[in-house]
Each structure stands twice: as structure tokens, then as C-alpha cells.
Nanobody, 123 residues
Framework: QGELVESGGGLVQSGGSLRLSCAAS????????TSWFRQTPGKDREFVAG????????HYADSVKDRFTISRDNTKGTVILQMNRLKPEDTAAYLC????????????????WGRGTQVTVSS
């Protein structure tokens, strides 16, 4: 079946940076677009950023544009989310997901999900 495994979360001060990694395990997801979503308790999952299977096309939520960068290395089976100039409102569990299109912001269209990594930004 395979799974996605996130890592790199933690506690950081406002203005700081974190680098999240999403790694494929048990199978390859290189033919899928991969996106990052985030979720806080009691709220729906929010699209953050997506990247095409080839890495040529990216898509970002307006709230993170110019601060976050998504990239992928298909030889390693990883997708990276570099998060800079973090704000307290970025605090959430961050999950990666594999699906058909990097521009798809609807979480219900994604077939494979990781369990998430917690990001906490202190003010």
C-alpha cells in the first residue's frame, strides 16, 4: 500500500524557519502530485502548497506565498516544504498528501496521507 511520512516539525519563534520533509515508504509516489495541508483542532484541513509529479509546477495558498517554498526530489522520494518568516498563525499539524493535481486545494481529492508533524510558532 505504501505510506507518506512527515518529519521536521517543532517549536520555533515568530520570524524563524523550519524545513518539513515528506518521505515515501513502501512504494513510490513519484507519479503523483504532492501537496501540504495543515490542520488545527476543530477546523478543516487547509491547503498550503502543492507540486506536480515532475516538480515543474507549484501552487501556493495566498497566506504562505513568498514565505514557503515546496520542492521535490524524485530520486530520493521526498517532498520538502521550506517555511520562512513563520507567524503564530502558521501553528498547525502539517500533513502531506499525494493526489492528481498540485493545484487541487480540496483535501477530499487526495488518495494518500501522512500522519502529520506539529509546527508551533511562538510570538
Amino acid at each position: 500500500q505504501g505510506e507518506l511520512v512527515e518529519s521536521g516539525g517543532g517549536l520555533v519563534q515568530s520570524g524563524g524557519s523550519l524545513r518539513l520533509s515528506c518521505a515515501a515508504s513502501g512504494r513510490t509516489f513519484r507519479n503523483y502530485a504532492t501537496s501540504w495541508f495543515r490542520q488545527t483542532p476543530g477546523k478543516d484541513r487547509e491547503f498550503v502548497a502543492g507540486i506536480s509529479w515532475s516538480g515543474d509546477t507549484t501552487h501556493y495558498a495566498d497566506s504562505v506565498k513568498d514565505r514557503f517554498t515546496i520542492s521535490r526530489d524524485n530520486t530520493k522520494g521526498t517532498v520538502i516544504l521550506q517555511m520562512n518568516r513563520l507567524k503564530p498563525e502558521d501553528t498547525a499539524a502539517y500533513l502531506c498528501a499525494a493526489g492528481p493535481y498540485e493545484t487541487d486545494e480540496d483535501s477530499e481529492d487526495y488518495d494518500y496521507w501522512g500522519r502529520g508533524t506539529q509546527v508551533t510558532v511562538s510570538s
